[in-house]
T-cell receptor
Framework: DAKTTQPTSMDCAEGRAANLPCNHS???????VYWYRQIHSQGPQYIIH???NNETNEMASLIITEDRKSSTLILPHATLRDTAVYYC?????????????FGAGTRLFVKA | KAGVTQTPRYLIKTRGQQVTLSCSPI?????VSWYQQTPGQGLQFLFE???????NKGNFPGRFSGRQFSNSRSEMNVSTLELGDSALYLC????????????FGSGTRLTVV
Protein backbone atom coordinates (compact mmCIF):
# COMPACT_ATOMS: atom_id res chain seq x y z
CA ASP A 1 0.00 0.00 0.00
CA ALA A 2 1.16 3.51 -0.74
CA LYS A 3 2.18 5.27 2.44
CA THR A 4 2.82 8.87 3.31
CA THR A 5 5.54 10.64 5.27
CA GLN A 6 4.99 13.99 6.95
CA PRO A 7 6.92 16.13 9.44
CA THR A 8 5.81 15.51 13.00
CA SER A 9 5.08 19.16 13.76
CA MET A 10 5.28 22.65 12.31
CA ASP A 11 4.76 26.20 13.52
CA CYS A 12 3.21 29.04 11.60
CA ALA A 13 2.54 32.68 12.44
CA GLU A 14 -1.06 33.80 12.29
CA GLY A 15 -1.85 35.46 8.97
CA ARG A 16 1.03 33.82 7.17
CA ALA A 17 0.82 30.94 4.74
CA ALA A 18 1.25 27.48 6.17
CA ASN A 19 2.96 25.04 3.82
CA LEU A 20 2.64 21.41 4.87
CA PRO A 21 4.73 18.91 2.89
CA CYS A 22 4.02 15.24 2.29
CA ASN A 23 5.98 12.47 0.62
CA HIS A 24 4.15 9.62 -1.07
CA SER A 25 6.89 8.15 -3.21
CA UNK A 26 5.16 4.79 -3.75
CA UNK A 27 1.91 6.26 -4.98
CA UNK A 28 0.33 4.52 -7.95
CA UNK A 29 -1.04 6.17 -11.04
CA UNK A 30 -4.68 5.94 -10.05
CA UNK A 31 -4.32 6.82 -6.37
CA UNK A 32 -5.61 10.16 -5.17
CA VAL A 33 -3.91 12.31 -2.56
CA TYR A 34 -6.25 13.57 0.14
CA TRP A 35 -5.73 15.99 2.98
CA TYR A 36 -7.75 15.94 6.17
CA ARG A 37 -7.33 17.69 9.46
CA GLN A 38 -8.38 16.75 12.94
CA ILE A 39 -9.03 19.21 15.71
CA HIS A 40 -8.70 17.73 19.17
CA SER A 41 -10.62 14.45 19.27
CA GLN A 42 -13.18 15.47 16.67
CA GLY A 43 -13.60 13.40 13.52
CA PRO A 44 -11.16 14.27 10.70
CA GLN A 45 -12.40 17.00 8.38
CA TYR A 46 -11.90 16.84 4.63
CA ILE A 47 -9.81 19.66 3.17
CA ILE A 48 -8.88 18.93 -0.42
CA HIS A 49 -7.78 16.18 -2.78
CA UNK A 50 -6.11 15.76 -6.16
CA UNK A 51 -4.73 13.28 -8.64
CA UNK A 52 -2.22 15.08 -10.85
CA ASN A 53 -3.13 18.72 -11.18
CA ASN A 54 -2.89 21.42 -8.56
CA GLU A 55 -6.17 22.08 -6.83
CA THR A 56 -7.63 25.00 -4.93
CA ASN A 57 -10.78 25.43 -2.90
CA GLU A 58 -12.04 27.85 -0.28
CA MET A 59 -9.95 26.23 2.42
CA ALA A 60 -6.60 25.49 0.82
CA SER A 61 -4.46 24.78 -2.21
CA LEU A 62 -2.83 21.49 -3.07
CA ILE A 63 0.37 21.38 -5.09
CA ILE A 64 1.35 17.96 -6.46
CA THR A 65 4.78 17.47 -8.03
CA GLU A 66 4.95 16.31 -11.62
CA ASP A 67 6.21 12.85 -10.60
CA ARG A 68 3.41 12.72 -7.97
CA LYS A 69 5.86 11.57 -5.31
CA SER A 70 5.18 14.52 -3.05
CA SER A 71 2.65 17.24 -2.44
CA THR A 72 2.20 20.40 -0.38
CA LEU A 73 -0.92 21.67 1.31
CA ILE A 74 -1.05 25.44 1.50
CA LEU A 75 -3.25 27.32 3.94
CA PRO A 76 -2.92 30.83 2.50
CA HIS A 77 -3.67 32.85 5.63
CA ALA A 78 -3.44 30.66 8.70
CA THR A 79 -5.59 31.50 11.72
CA LEU A 80 -5.48 30.21 15.28
CA ARG A 81 -8.41 27.94 14.42
CA ASP A 82 -6.22 26.14 11.89
CA THR A 83 -4.20 24.60 14.73
CA ALA A 84 -4.80 20.89 14.22
CA VAL A 85 -3.25 17.63 13.08
CA TYR A 86 -3.09 17.49 9.28
CA TYR A 87 -3.14 14.15 7.55
CA CYS A 88 -1.90 13.52 4.05
CA UNK A 89 -3.34 10.24 2.83
CA UNK A 90 -3.71 8.18 -0.28
CA UNK A 91 -6.77 6.20 -1.13
CA UNK A 92 -5.75 2.73 -2.10
CA UNK A 93 -7.89 0.52 -4.24
CA UNK A 94 -8.41 -2.79 -2.54
CA UNK A 95 -10.43 -5.80 -3.49
CA UNK A 96 -13.46 -4.16 -5.03
CA UNK A 97 -13.20 -1.03 -2.99
CA UNK A 98 -10.91 1.44 -1.37
CA UNK A 99 -9.30 1.98 1.95
CA UNK A 100 -7.66 5.04 3.32
CA UNK A 101 -4.25 4.72 4.92
CA PHE A 102 -3.52 7.41 7.49
CA GLY A 103 0.01 8.32 8.51
CA ALA A 104 0.94 10.00 11.76
CA GLY A 105 0.12 13.46 10.42
CA THR A 106 1.66 16.87 11.05
CA ARG A 107 0.67 18.81 14.13
CA LEU A 108 0.40 22.43 13.01
CA PHE A 109 0.63 25.13 15.65
CA VAL A 110 -0.55 28.55 14.53
CA LYS A 111 0.79 31.22 16.85
CA ALA A 112 -0.45 34.77 17.38
CA LYS B 1 -28.10 17.79 5.21
CA ALA B 2 -27.41 15.65 8.26
CA GLY B 3 -23.86 14.47 8.76
CA VAL B 4 -22.54 11.13 9.90
CA THR B 5 -24.07 10.14 13.22
CA GLN B 6 -22.35 7.82 15.65
CA THR B 7 -23.89 6.45 18.81
CA PRO B 8 -23.19 6.33 21.62
CA ARG B 9 -20.69 9.16 22.06
CA TYR B 10 -19.12 7.66 25.15
CA LEU B 11 -19.05 4.14 26.50
CA ILE B 12 -17.41 2.41 29.43
CA LYS B 13 -17.12 -1.38 29.38
CA THR B 14 -15.40 -4.03 31.43
CA ARG B 15 -12.74 -6.39 30.14
CA GLY B 16 -14.28 -9.49 28.60
CA GLN B 17 -17.54 -7.82 27.66
CA GLN B 18 -18.61 -7.10 24.14
CA VAL B 19 -19.74 -3.82 22.62
CA THR B 20 -21.69 -2.68 19.58
CA LEU B 21 -21.23 0.75 18.05
CA SER B 22 -23.57 2.30 15.52
CA CYS B 23 -23.03 4.59 12.55
CA SER B 24 -25.62 6.28 10.35
CA PRO B 25 -24.05 7.61 7.14
CA ILE B 26 -24.99 10.66 5.16
CA UNK B 27 -28.15 10.05 3.19
CA UNK B 28 -27.31 8.51 -0.17
CA UNK B 29 -23.86 7.32 0.87
CA UNK B 30 -23.42 3.60 0.41
CA UNK B 31 -19.89 3.19 1.75
CA VAL B 32 -19.11 3.12 5.45
CA SER B 33 -15.62 2.74 6.87
CA TRP B 34 -14.51 2.28 10.44
CA TYR B 35 -11.29 3.48 12.07
CA GLN B 36 -9.71 3.07 15.46
CA GLN B 37 -7.74 5.97 16.88
CA THR B 38 -5.40 5.59 19.83
CA PRO B 39 -2.62 7.92 21.01
CA GLY B 40 0.02 5.33 20.30
CA GLN B 41 -1.14 3.97 16.94
CA GLY B 42 -2.94 6.91 15.40
CA LEU B 43 -5.79 6.31 12.96
CA GLN B 44 -6.00 2.72 11.84
CA PHE B 45 -8.36 1.32 9.24
CA LEU B 46 -10.68 -1.41 10.49
CA PHE B 47 -12.96 -2.23 7.56
CA GLU B 48 -15.13 -0.80 4.83
CA UNK B 49 -18.64 -1.81 3.84
CA UNK B 50 -20.40 -1.03 0.60
CA UNK B 51 -23.95 -2.10 -0.14
CA UNK B 52 -23.96 -4.52 2.80
CA UNK B 53 -20.72 -6.22 1.72
CA UNK B 54 -17.33 -5.92 3.37
CA UNK B 55 -14.97 -4.70 0.66
CA ASN B 56 -11.79 -4.10 2.62
CA LYS B 57 -10.39 -5.12 5.96
CA GLY B 58 -7.50 -3.86 8.03
CA ASN B 59 -5.16 -5.84 10.22
CA PHE B 60 -7.30 -6.35 13.29
CA PRO B 61 -8.12 -9.61 15.10
CA GLY B 62 -11.37 -11.43 14.48
CA ARG B 63 -12.81 -9.96 17.68
CA PHE B 64 -13.55 -6.89 15.58
CA SER B 65 -16.43 -7.35 13.21
CA GLY B 66 -18.97 -5.25 11.44
CA ARG B 67 -22.00 -5.27 9.26
CA GLN B 68 -24.02 -2.95 7.11
CA PHE B 69 -27.76 -2.91 6.72
CA SER B 70 -29.86 -2.29 3.63
CA ASN B 71 -30.35 1.35 4.64
CA SER B 72 -26.51 1.72 4.74
CA ARG B 73 -26.42 2.07 8.52
CA SER B 74 -23.51 0.16 9.95
CA GLU B 75 -22.56 -1.43 13.22
CA MET B 76 -19.25 -2.64 14.49
CA ASN B 77 -18.86 -5.15 17.26
CA VAL B 78 -15.92 -5.90 19.48
CA SER B 79 -16.09 -9.09 21.50
CA THR B 80 -14.04 -10.09 24.54
CA LEU B 81 -12.89 -6.56 25.17
CA GLU B 82 -9.30 -5.91 26.20
CA LEU B 83 -7.84 -2.84 27.88
CA GLY B 84 -6.02 -2.04 24.64
CA ASP B 85 -9.32 -1.64 22.83
CA SER B 86 -9.86 1.67 24.59
CA ALA B 87 -9.92 4.17 21.75
CA LEU B 88 -11.89 6.63 19.72
CA TYR B 89 -13.79 4.70 17.07
CA LEU B 90 -14.57 6.74 13.99
CA CYS B 91 -17.00 6.01 11.23
CA UNK B 92 -16.81 7.65 7.82
CA UNK B 93 -19.23 7.57 4.94
CA UNK B 94 -18.68 8.07 1.25
CA UNK B 95 -20.47 7.67 -2.03
CA UNK B 96 -18.08 4.80 -2.68
CA UNK B 97 -16.18 6.23 -5.63
CA UNK B 98 -12.48 6.90 -5.18
CA UNK B 99 -12.92 10.47 -6.38
CA UNK B 100 -15.01 11.44 -3.38
CA UNK B 101 -13.57 11.69 0.08
CA UNK B 102 -14.97 10.53 3.33
CA UNK B 103 -17.08 12.44 5.80
CA PHE B 104 -16.32 11.45 9.35
CA GLY B 105 -18.58 11.29 12.34
CA SER B 106 -17.58 12.61 15.76
CA GLY B 107 -16.71 9.14 16.98
CA THR B 108 -17.48 6.91 19.93
CA ARG B 109 -15.04 7.08 22.83
CA LEU B 110 -14.75 3.58 24.27
CA THR B 111 -13.06 3.02 27.61
CA VAL B 112 -12.37 -0.53 28.75
CA VAL B 113 -11.72 -0.94 32.47
Amino acid sequence: DAKTTQPTSMDCAEGRAANLPCNHSTISGNEYVYWYRQIHSQGPQYIIHGLKNNETNEMASLIITEDRKSSTLILPHATLRDTAVYYCIVRVEGTGGFKTIFGAGTRLFVKA
Amino acid sequence: KAGVTQTPRYLIKTRGQQVTLSCSPISGHRSVSWYQQTPGQGLQFLFEYFSETQRNKGNFPGRFSGRQFSNSRSEMNVSTLELGDSALYLCASSSGHVYYGYTFGSGTRLTVV
